[in-house]
């Protein structure tokens, strides 16, 4: 079975442009859950979505934003960014409880310029 | 709130040595823990779990944690590590109260020596 898989791999972008990030998780989970490593640090967590429903929300700003699909999948937008705003963006997947173990996918690594 | 410390930063081990990795955290209730491995630009791979019972866990590639309430610990523990184990190790918690959130610590960054 394919794992999590997360699109683009890399990406370039300058400071107040917008990007999106994709996510599709382990086939038969419901739950999709995004992350920011920035280097040298443990990641952090940014939103879970749950059957299309935003479940929880990390301590970033309101120019992050995600959204689910019916298929599962996920998206992840970061509006007008900022240099701060350069790091590995993790997807996690994980099927429906709460004691669900999440598997993270390879990530997308995000540099602002 | 919940934290996580990895007090070592970097640790280095020869070939063949035990290691043993520290992770305290911070949880009023009973914490859900994990150990995650990653390698250099890669993602997060689970390496083993603690949710309740046996304080006693063991993981892939040889890995066992052991759950100690009284300390806050979770440490990470391999009796002879191998070069391929050269990686980065990430101790998280998380919490049915929390959703699925999981809280990382900053990471050990693990260097094998030959």
């Known amino acids: 079975d394919a794992g999590v898989t997360q699109s683009p791999t890399h990406l370039i972008k300058t400071r107040g442009q917008q990007v999106t990030l994709r996510c599709s998780p382990i086939?038969?989970?419901?739950?999709v859950s995004w992350y920011q490593q920035v280097l040298g640090q443990g990641p952090q967590f940014i939103f879970q979505?749950?059957?299309?429903?935003?479940?929880g929300r990390g301590n970033f700003p309101d120019r992050f934003s995600a959204r689910q699909f019916p298929n599962y999948s996920s998206e992840l937008n970061v509006n007008a960014l900022l240099l701060g705003d350069s790091a590995l963006y993790l997807c996690?997947?994980?099927?429906?409880?709460?004691?669900?173990?999440?598997?993270f996918g390879p990530g997308t690594r995000l540099t602002v310029l | 709130a919940q934290s996580v410390t990895q007090p070592d930063i970097h640790i280095t081990v020869s070939e063949g040595a035990s290691l043993e990795l520290r992770c305290n955290y911070s949880?009023?209730?009973?914490?859900?823990l994990f150990w995650y491995v990653q390698s250099p630009g890669q993602g997060l791979q689970l390496l083993l779990k603690?949710?309740?019972?046996?304080?006693l866990v063991q993981g892939i590639k040889g890995f066992e944690a052991e759950f100690k309430r009284s300390q806050s610990s979770f440490n990470l523990r391999k009796p002879s590590v191998h070069w391929s184990d050269a990686a980065e190790y990430f101790c998280a918690v998380g919490a049915q109260e929390y959703g699925n959130k999981l809280v990382f610590g900053a990471g050990t960054i693990l260097r094998v020596k030959s």
């Open positions: 603690y949710f309740s019972g046996d304080t």
């Open positions: 086939s038969g989970h419901k739950s």
């Open positions: 996690a997947s994980s099927s429906q409880r709460i004691t669900d173990t999440q598997y």
């Open positions: 949880y009023g209730a009973t914490p859900y």
């Open positions: 979505y749950y059957e299309k429903e935003e479940r």
